[in-house]
């Protein structure tokens, strides 16, 4: 299989976190860690495994970044006529992608202000792309999905260089297969499998999720640790349902309970994950309406001596109620998830002192 240069999406924030999945799997040798991106030369077909990317391809070509003039945007369709279309068609058949390059539909993104939008240059580059290979092109202006088959195509300008790339598999890689139910609030997959990996889930751990959605932390740790021991609860019968369905044959045990009193003996979890209802999409609800310090009790009460919480957060002004409870903050990383800031956050609970029985 022929070595390509390869370009790995991801959430703003969890570039880092990406590019340590990538050496960890031995998938190849990183290039550039840019802005939602990690670039990495691979020879390696599970590139199509990456938990932590939203995305993965193949770099079909580059350029310097055109600029902000509307006339930018109608030169970009140089890099789609500068891309080796067949040796490309190759590539992602050998890395796991469908065979041939069929109808064409092109997302495009870039940094800093323009005078031109990202339809100007999905069509300029579209069009060009669709031309060469004969077949269609699928305008993202209109609100309609593109037909089935369609081979995707990105263009990023970073201020920089303008890059074009052609997605391996036939749909994105955070579209997770096993997502059939989704709640208000629902955790985004490589997200929730970031962090899985910042908890540092081991097999035979007891991981509890207090307020679990549709269940996206707790099936993303049973894809990463077989053997791990899964719980989840959350107040609302519907977010029950959702991830009973969307855990179907994985060893995920979902009930309904109160965050704010769960029904676990003290010290029962290894490792809590958990993204709380603190009022964005999902208004806090129960005990945890009343007092927000009572999410905090709660969490240091079922936590093992030693054992890790990872929770994601809108901000960290809640983080001394933490430490009250005994908590250790020991990482913090922020991330920007669909333009909103938020912290994930890793909390360690006391051991005992030594010599205490």
């Known amino acids: 299989m022929t070595a390509a240069s390869l370009v790995a999406r991801c959430v703003h924030g969890l570039e880092p976190t990406l590019a340590a999945e990538i050496l960890r799997r031995g998938l190849g040798v990183i290039t550039h860690i840019g802005h939602r991106e990690v670039r990495f030369r691979a020879s390696r077909l599970p590139a199509l495994g990456l938990r932590t990317a939203d995305d993965v391809f193949l770099l079909a070509a580059q350029g310097p970044d055109v600029g902000a003039s509307r006339q930018g945007a109608a030169a970009l369709a140089g890099l789609a006529g500068a891309a080796d279309l067949a040796a490309l068609a190759r590539l992602r058949r050998d890395h796991g992608g469908p065979r041939g390059l069929t109808g064409v539909e092109v997302s495009a993104s870039f940094l800093g202000r323009r005078t031109f939008t990202r339809y100007d240059v999905e069509d300029a580059v579209g069009r060009v792309l669709a031309g060469r290979l004969g077949v269609g092109y699928h305008s993202r202006r209109g609100a309609g999905a593109p037909p089935p088959g369609h081979s995707g195509w990105r263009v990023t300008l970073d201020g920089e260089r303008a890059t074009l790339l052609l997605r391996i598999a036939e749909r994105p890689l955070h579209r997770r297969e096993y997502k059939r139910q989704s709640v208000p609030g629902s955790l985004h997959p490589p997200l929730a499998a970031a962090m899985v990996a910042m908890a540092g889930v081991e097999p035979g751990d007891t991981v509890l999720d207090p307020c679990c959605g549709a269940g996206t932390l707790l099936i993303e740790a049973a894809g990463q ?20 369905e969307n855990a179907a044959g994985l060893p995920v045990a979902v009930g309904r309970a109160d965050a704010g009193r769960l029904p676990v003996r003290d010290g029962v979890a290894h490792r809590v994950l958990a993204n709380p209802p603190w009022g964005g999409q999902v208004p806090p609800g129960g005990l945890l309406a009343a007092s927000p310090a009572r999410w905090w009790a709660e969490v240091r009460r079922v936590l093992a001596p030693g054992g890790t919480a990872v929770v994601l957060l809108p901000g960290v002004g809640d983080l001394p109620l933490a430490l009250r409870q005994g908590l250790t903050p020991v990482h913090l990383q922020r991330v920007r998830v669909a333009g909103a800031e938020s912290f994930l956050v890793r909390l360690t609970a006391p051991r005992p002192a030594r010599g205490a029985r």
């Open 225 to 244: 640790c077989p053997g791990a021991r899964l719980y989840g609860f959350d107040l609302a019968g519907r977010a029950v349902t959702a991830a009973r």
